[in-house]
């Protein structure tokens, strides 16, 4: 996460704009009553809102429109200029709204909203302990009888808090059985695993948001089987529940090596694996990082902070090669390198000893403490025992349904056909797991939206090095690249045959977050055909 500057800049907005100085949806970063706040003219309408990103805390002012929508530059989340609401994550809490007075050729910025004022509420920012108001309006009730959602993760939260935006008053039951869930789990390789974010940050939301929203969190119990005839999920503790629509959100597992002392590989999916690694590392010197995957690096890189000499084992050639090209995988390695990283590539990790680890060609690395990230597997034993129609994934149509009536799948357990690239996709990022959740909390409650967001992640390593990667192709045959990538500036685009697909960026989130638009674009020309799920069997 990048600090932002409490520093207001800008013009007073209070004092107003000359609306000849403004062309229409221009961005105006200013600010009002010691608030950062952005002014918009969407014709014929002006709009003013709080001009910081709720997710990180990102300057909206250096944002894209998209009608009246403003995108933030950094995570991609987008918010209603109209009463500010956070409608497509990783933001979950809206910003806040002003009113705006024209007169006299001059545009001003006359006062603060209530919350109240607007449908939804004002959060606290991320890390503030402010108290968080409820979300429900006075919209009639409307839906299914109830919703079970099994999963406390990215889609499994987003999907609960968007049925209660949507004013859906039925019950929510949200299980999961990581005690800690809902929280952010982006963070556990970066700022929280080096140590510059405190726990108190992780969470999406207190606990007390929860009981306001009258959304059941049942923290350390599984969902043990499901049972689509009846619509009952049968959870560990012996008891069950039913429900109207059901959501499977229930994530994917580390892959783990099955080598001798594998037993000492620490993994991490869970704040309690971070907890555990955190509480290892006060009484090491030397660690090994097993997989040179986005998260192993991630986590590399964190130790560095740590004060870890950091070995990588990994049997490609180049970090992230396969993901990102030759060109990016050789930078990521020359930052890691430049920071004390040691890599062993075209290497695999034959044993793992009480304080080293042995490769493949013998070579003997110290090692106090030894993690891998080489990848997850779906958790599809639930879906399968339950009947569902599988495809190396949950199979899902475009409404991200299941071959089981009233039954819906979201994030990294999910396999939905994508619009851009004509492919069937799985893929394991937070932004995708987050914005499906809240297309299936509205599709439950009677709409067709169909899942054709752009996918979206980042990854940071160290303080220097932010990688924005949106699109997704799995094979490409052709690059461009725009800037200098060894001076990190550059945007590297992907192409197959002749369309672009993926976009990825260093230091310019702007053109990344255009070319996310871009693409959203094209897509809006190109229906999909409807998929139809048959049930298996």
Known sequence: MTEQSDELTGPDLT????????????????????????????????????GKCTHYGAPLGQGVLVSETIRCPWHHACFELRNGAASHAPALTDLATYDVAVENDVARVIRKRDAGQVKGETYRPRGSRAPEQVLFDAQPATGPKSVVIIGAGAAGNACAEMLRREAYRGPVTVIDPDPDAPYDRPNLSKDYMAGDAPE?????????????????????VAAKTVDVKSKTVHLSDGSSREYGCLLIANGASPIRLEIPGGERILYLRTLRDCRTIIEKLKAAKNAVVIGASFIGLEVAASFVKRGLHVSVVAPETLPLEQVLGTE?????????EQHGVT??????????????????????????????????????????????????????????????????????????????????????????????????????????????????????????????????????DQTRIDGDIMKMDCA????????????????????????????????LLKPPPPVTIKAAG
């Open 15 to 50: 004092q107003g704009i000359a609306i000849s100085d403004v062309r229409a949806g221009q961005l105006i970063a200013g600010h009002a009553f010691g608030e950062p706040v952005v002014l918009v003219h969407v014709e014929p309408n002006w709009f003013a809102v709080g």
């Open 200 to 220: 108190e940050w992780l969470p999406l939301h207190p606990r007390e948001f929860y009981q306001a929203q009258r959304i059941e969190i049942l923290s350390g």
């Open 328 to 336: 990016l995988g050789t930078l990521i390695k020359n930052v890691h």
């Open 343 to 476: 890599f062993y590539l075209g290497r695999k990790v034959d044993a793992v000893e009480e304080r080293s680890v042995v490769l493949d060609d013998g070579t003997r690395l110290d090692a106090d403490l030894v993690t891998a990230g080489i990848g997850v597997r779906p958790n599809l034993q639930l879906a399968e025992s339950a009947g569902l129609t599988l495809d190396n994934g949950l199979a899902v149509n475009e409404f991200l349904e299941t071959s089981a009536s009233d039954v819906f799948a979201a994030g990294d357990v999910a396999r939905w056909p994508d619009a851009y690239s004509d492919a069937r996709l799985r893929i394991e990022h937070w932004v995708v797991a987050e914005r499906q959740g809240q297309v299936v909390a509205r599709n439950m409650l009677g709409n067709r939206d169909r899942f054709d967001d752009i996918p979206f992640f980042w990854s940071a390593h160290y303080d220097k090095l932010s990688i924005r990667y949106t699109g997704h192709v799995d094979h490409w």
């Open 492 to 523: 590297v685009s992907y192409f197959v045959g002749g369309r672009k697909l993926a976009m990825a960026t260093i230091n310019r989130d702007r053109q990344n977050l255009e070319t996310e638009v871009e693409l959203a674009t094209k897509l």
